[in-house]
């Protein structure tokens, strides 16, 4: 998995970036839950490509995952209620991390845990493997000891999951936000406290669909979580507002990225990194192409370097 | 399997919304199984923003595949009027796909409504390595108007038996009696030939043909539909209860499952018939 610290794409442009304690050869990541383990892309793109992938979210014991209907398309969206099914962490160690450690890209392993020790546990054995390059926490799961509502929803209970995980994770640690939130700063301010390397913003907002014929909800489990191109615009709104903030801490947009053009967007907000999420599932090759069009934009521009479009949004309207 | 482009050659009407596709530019489908899928989508924007799984119907030389589809939804009604020209992207061959014929088989090929595509292919392939007379079709709908492709089926030589819930044509009633009939009459005209069900319908239909073929101790294979993202086994939307593990799925572990594979619901009151 070792890759270049800088590149050159052609003609002086440059695309690599330093996010979270990470050099990426460009800033074009692979979400999870939308990328598998890596291996499901081989042959329909090329892996070295990507700047990196976000493997499927890994908990401590294998998971099964939610009864059907899992999915179901709204507009210019989609919303999933998969339930976190995985092939838990010695299942990825044993399987999935073969393939990983020679696909040619970063990998930052998504975890999460159930209860506060679970999560920890989970983060350090994941943190010992070998050839991972980062660990990613998904903190959008209920925590049953505090009825149901999601782990980093509330900032104090966020910024001690993470203060936590970071005493025993020694590789480069960091956090997706869920967007259900009044106030999504305050998060990214409990996770730079807690000593997160970065932020990945945003997973799915909450939401359901419903079939007025059969006067019955489309998920099985009523609720799910909505993703897609419907979703950029609270998407950006979130970075920018981290952004602005002045943290301190990078930020990596995701939410319904399926251009050059909207990764872009993304990078003038503040992300310093993009995810590509349900377009994957879309054209399995979109990261790819997501790449390439960011270079055509920035020469189309004169952008020698992806970095100078990092927060460089211009204010007025 | 690979992801491309390709062109609408031929977008034919059937009438009640049924239609047939042909694509160009698939060569990359050849060799395709019957039962195996394609996730299609048209290049019309960002809604409605998922491609479509579709059962292929049939892959012809030069790089021609169809489809046969309804147009119950937005993306099939899109579809449904796309015109011949008209650019739209695959992925595929997906799936598995229905075990072949064989000299000492007899498969009964029941399909229901719109399920029809991969048994249509099942039985265009039997008949290029010349066993269509190893198998027929046991094909229901609702009226007349749901039973498409008679005179290709025909044309195929294989011997075809037809179901309507309102008696407009065949047999009144839903598939599932007219598959317990024609397992019967095998029983007794072909007890030299192994008996096999291969199903395509509605998931109602499919656990009724499941039922059947429990009772009746005969080899069965299900088609599914589902819900799906992406075709590959990345989304897990497609999940459907399994016996051996909580679930397989759809897309990339079938569509085509042995019936004792599945958690077949059992037969309720209202549900218990079949399209």
């Known amino acids: ?263 872009i967007e993304f990078f003038l907000a503040g992300a310093s990194t993009v995810q590509v999420g349900t377009q994957n599932f879309i054209d399995p090759a979109s990261a790819e192409r997501i790449v390439r069009e960011i270079g055509e934009h920035c020469r189309h521009h004169a952008v020698s370097d992806v970095r100078e479009l990092v927060g460089a949004l211009s204010p007025d309207a | 399997m690979r992801y491309f482009d390709a062109r609408i050659i031929e977008n034919r009407a059937l009438g009640n919304g049924y239609f047939v596709l042909r694509l160009g530019g698939c060569d990359s489908l050849s060799g395709s199984r019957p039962g195996q899928f394609i996730m299609l989508r048209g290049d019309w924007g960002r809604d409605p923003l998922l491609p479509r799984p579709m059962s292929l119907l049939s892959v012809a030389s030069e790089g021609r595949a169809d489809v046969l589809a309804k147009g119950v939804g937005r993306g099939t009604q899109l579809l449904e009027n796309a015109q011949p020209g008209a650019r739209v992207s695959v992925l595929g061959p997906l799936g598995n796909g229905f075990p072949g014929p064989e000299p000492e088989t007899f498969d009964l090929l029941a399909a229901g409504g719109v399920g029809l595509p991969p048994l249509f292919m099942q039985a265009e392939s039997a008949t290029k390595v010349g066993l269509v007379d190893r198998c027929e079709m046991i094909y229901g709908g609702r009226t007349s108007r749901d039973l498409v492709l008679l005179g290709e089926m025909r044309a195929l030589g294989l011997g075809i038996h037809l179901a309507t819930e309102d008696g407009s044509v065949g047999r009144r009633g839903r598939v599932t009696a007219s598959l317990e009939a024609r397992i019967e009459q095998h029983r007794v005209s072909e007890r030299h030939l192994k008996l096999r069900i291969m199903a395509c319908g509605p998931k109602e239909m499919l656990w009724a043909v499941a039922r059947i073929a429990e009772a009746s101790g005969i080899e069965c294979y299900l088609s599914l539909e589902a819900h799906m993202a992406c075709g590959i086994g990345v989304c897990l939307g497609c999940a459907v209860p399994a016996r051996s593990w909580p679930f397989r799925y759809t897309c990339s572990d079938g569509p085509v499952f042995l019936a004792t594979d599945l958690v077949i619901p059992a037969a309720s009151g209202v549900q218990g018939g079949a399209t």
């Open chain 1, 1 to 263: 998995m070792s890759s270049p610290s800088s590149f050159d794409s052609g003609a002086g442009l440059r695309l690599a970036i330093r996010c979270g304690g990470i050099e990426f050869t460009n800033p074009v990541l692979t979400a999870s839950g939308t990328f598998g383990y890596g291996k499901e892309f081989e042959g329909l793109m090329s892996l070295p490509s990507l700047g990196g992938l976000v493997t499927k979210g890994i908990s401590p014991k294998p998971r099964f995952g939610n009864p059907a209907p899992r999915i179901c398309e709204t507009a210019a969206g989609m919303l999933n209620s998969i339930g976190l099914e995985n092939v838990g962490v010695e299942g990825f160690a044993a399987a999935k991390l073969p393939f990983l450690r020679r696909c040619g890209t970063k990998v930052l392993v998504n975890f999460f845990g159930t209860t506060f020790d679970e999560y920890v546990a989970c983060g350090e054995q994941l943190g010992k493997l070998d050839d991972i390059d980062g660990l990613e926490m998904n903190v959008s799961c209920p925590n049953i000891k505090a009825g149901g509502i999601e782990f980093g929803r509330d900032a104090s209970v966020l910024g001690d999951l993470v203060r936590a995980c970071r005493s025993v994770i020694s590789k480069p640690l960091w956090v997706k936000l869920t967007p259900n939130t009044s106030d999504i700063v305050a998060l990214a301010r409990a996770c730079a406290e807690g000593g997160a390397d970065a932020v990945s913003v945003i997973n799915t907002i909450t939401g359901m669909s419903i079939d007025a014929h059969t006067r019955k909800p489309r998920l099985a489990t009523i609720f799910g979580g909505l993703s897609g191109p419907a979703i950029k615009p609270i998407a950006l709104r979130m970075v920018y507002q981290i952004h602005r903030a002045g943290l301190g801490i990078p930020i990596c947009g995701i939410g319904g990225i399926q251009t050059g053009t909207d990764a």
